[in-house]
Every structure is written in structure tokens, then in C-alpha cells.
């Protein structure tokens, strides 16, 4: 069984700061990872995804990840955060065995300080 | 594309009536996804699609569940009878081989 665990559900940054949410994942067999954006009243956007090649993936909105496999970590960056950042974030995994469904952690508000 | 199209986007019942849920995905998409979302579980995967055809409904939480897929353009998702504890917001989400999910905007439903 595959899961994702996101360590704090609420990150609270200023503006201009760093931004790391934290995910770590559980899989059987090599995973795929996302990270998904959610605004207020709308559904989740995709922010970017691991699938097997580079290990720093590069997504939207200036947001990165890096696949560490001995870590099991999937964790989101972004060097200077934005007032517009201000969302929940979710993680989330799938097999990449022909499961297509995804896995989704708990989510991280995140909320951006003036 | 208009994107993945949900309605009701509110809906206001009380408990024991019955409620449907409905989901147009984008056109040339082959997997359709129903997602519960409350402040306490989070995001849950009740059902799946793929090719029209429900591959796993293990999320669904009871037989007061059901979800249907009679074409590529439209499922439903039913609850009969509704119970309060159903009140969360319900997102469909389709996609093209699995990988990048597009969400609906989700139906906010709240079972009195």
C-alpha cells in the first residue's frame, strides 16, 4: 500500500522567506509523487510531478521538489514566497504499475506574512 | 476546454433524501476520479473509472454509495439515503493515462 505523510498542516513564512512543506512517502514499488496546489474554494492544480527521471523537478510558479529515495522525501521548495502562495498544499503518490488513482496526504496551509 | 465541469457546485439537503453528484470530464480523457474532502479525513478516493469501467471503488464508504459511468462524457455519484455525515465537498477529477489529474471546482454539500 502506498502513502504519504505531510509533516505540519500549517507553515506560516514572510514574505520573501523560504518555503519548505514536507512530504514523506510509503511505497511497495518505485512511486510516482505530486505536489497539487488548492485555492480557496477550488479544486486542486498541479504544481509538479516525479516520474523517474531528473530527481529535482522543476514546476509552476517558481515551486521545485526533490525525489530523495534514502529519505523517502519528496519535499516542496521555493526560495522567496509570494503573497499569492497562500493555499493548502497537498503530496501525493501513485504506483506507477498501472494504478492511476493517487494517494493524498493531509495537506500544509500555507500562509505568507506581509 | 472548459475543463472538468461539476454540478450542483452547492446542495443543500436533509437527511434521508437522496443526492446526485454529477461530473463531465474533459473531452479525450480516459480515467475519472471521485474525491471526498473534510476537515478530518482530508482528500479520499471513493471511486475510479478507467475506459468508463469502475477499476476500484474500495473508497466508497457504503452501500448508500454509487457511482456510474454510462459514457465517456458524464458519470454520476449517488447517495441514498444521505446522512450528515455525508456533508463534505465532493471533487470529480479526470485525466489522460493517469498522470496529471484535472480537478472540477467540487460540489459543496451539506446534509442537515
Known amino acids: 500500500a502506498q502513502s504519504v505523510t505531510q509533516l505540519g498542516s500549517h507553515v506560516s513564512v514572510s514574505e520573501g522567506a523560504l518555503v519548505l512543506l514536507r512530504c514523506n512517502y510509503s511505497?511497495?514499488?518505485?512511486?510516482?509523487l505530486f505536489w497539487y496546489v488548492q485555492y480557496p474554494n477550488q479544486g486542486l492544480q498541479l504544481l509538479l510531478k516525479y516520474t523517474s527521471a531528473a530527481t529535482l523537478v522543476k514546476g509552476i510558479n517558481g515551486f521545485e521538489a526533490e525525489f530523495k529515495k534514502s529519505e523517502t522525501s519528496f519535499h516542496l521548495t521555493k526560495p522567496s514566497a509570494h503573497m499569492s502562495d497562500a493555499a493548502e498544499y497537498f503530496c501525493a503518490v501513485s504506483e506507477n504499475t498501472g494504478r492511476r488513482a493517487l494517494t493524498f496526504g493531509s495537506g500544509t496551509r500555507l500562509q505568507v506574512q506581509p | 476546454d472548459a475543463g472538468v465541469i461539476q454540478s450542483p457546485r452547492h446542495e443543500v439537503t436533509e437527511m434521508g433524501q437522496e443526492v446526485t453528484l454529477r461530473c463531465k470530464p474533459i473531452?479525450?480523457?480516459?480515467?475519472l476520479f471521485w474525491y471526498r474532502q473534510t476537515m478530518m479525513r482530508g482528500l479520499e478516493l471513493l471511486i475510479y473509472?478507467?475506459?468508463?469501467?469502475?477499476?476500484?471503488d474500495s473508497g466508497m464508504p457504503e452501500d448508500r454509495f454509487s457511482a456510474k459511468m454510462p459514457n465517456a462524457s458524464f458519470s454520476t455519484l449517488k447517495i441514498q439515503p444521505s446522512e450528515p455525515r455525508d456533508s463534505a465537498v465532493y471533487f470529480c477529477?479526470?485525466?489522460?493515462?493517469?498522470?496529471?489529474?484535472?480537478f472540477g471546482s467540487g460540489t459543496q454539500l451539506s446534509v442537515l
Open positions: 477529477a479526470s485525466s489522460l493515462s493517469g498522470e496529471k489529474l484535472f
Open positions: 473531452s479525450g480523457h480516459n480515467s
Open positions: 473509472f478507467n475506459n468508463n469501467v469502475p477499476i476500484d
Open positions: 511505497s511497495s514499488v518505485p512511486p510516482y
